[in-house]
């Protein structure tokens, strides 16, 4: 079954490390890559997608993705986190063959000031 | 960000009630979808709904009946729900369905609790 894995459930930093968050899906075929943002009370927002061409996609708020085919993975970045980037992180793969966004488990990133 | 506005907000109810989700898009899209969002698991998708037709069942118990009468509006009518239906539910909204270009927008979710 497709799937989609994210390692870290829940990532403490305190402010201007780096992030990295990884994510990887089981789907061998045309797969179209997302990552969502959750902010405390707030919906689920679009950080960034990859569909094609250059691997390393940059998003909102400086964050950016690189997505490795040889390893089915598409791994969260960002240089230096602020305190505002406290949030629920969603890696989501978009299957070609059926149509289905799939979504991992979900990262809280927790950024001590 | 009010494309996609989802009432209530909050819902509690008992074992015996029926009650319905509402859901409404401003943005113009031809798809909606349901998904439940419980503590410490994936968002599971529900339904799906393209240019008013159910595209998508993904194994939902009975208790839940999604209706679309029209692009712009989504409902979940729910009766006789358990305890383990307690979660948050998410609407969202694509141009259309299954299509990379087509990102899906959520709304701010109803969260549910069954007593």
């Known amino acids: 079954a497709q799937s989609v894995s994210q390692h870290n459930h829940h990532v403490i930093l305190s402010e201007a490390a780096s992030l990295e968050l990884g994510c990887n899906y089981s789907?061998?075929?045309?797969?179209?890559l997302f990552w969502y943002v959750q902010y405390p009370g707030q919906h689920l927002q679009l950080l960034l997608k990859?569909?094609?061409?250059?691997?390393l996609v940059k998003g909102i708020k400086g964050f950016e993705a690189e997505f490795i085919k040889s390893k089915f993975s598409f791994n969260l970045r960002k240089p230096s986190v602020q305190w505002s980037d406290t949030a629920e992180y969603f890696c989501?793969?978009?299957?070609?063959?059926?149509?289905?966004?799939?979504f991992g488990q979900g990262t809280t990133l927790q950024v001590k000031p | 960000e009010t494309g996609v506005t989802q009432t209530p907000r909050h819902l509690v109810m008992g074992m015996t009630n029926k009650k319905s989700l509402k859901c409404e898009q401003h943005l113009g899209h031809n798809a909606m979808y349901w998904y439940k969002q419980s503590a410490k698991k994936p968002l599971e998708l529900m339904f799906v709904y393209n240019f008013k037709e159910q595209t998508e069942n993904n194994s939902v118990p009975s208790r839940f009946s999604p209706e679309c009468p029209n692009s712009s509006h989504l409902f979940l009518h729910l009766h006789t729900l358990q305890p383990e239906d307690s979660a948050l539910y998410l609407c969202?909204?694509?141009?259309?369905?299954?299509?990379?270009?087509?990102?899906?927008?959520f709304g701010p979710g109803t969260r549910l609790t069954v007593l």
């Open positions: 969202a909204s694509s141009q259309a369905s299954g299509r990379a270009v087509d990102t899906q927008y």
């Open positions: 989501a793969a978009l299957s070609g063959n059926t149509g289905k966004l799939i």
């Open positions: 990859y569909f094609s061409g250059d691997p």
């Open positions: 789907y061998g075929g045309t797969v179209n």
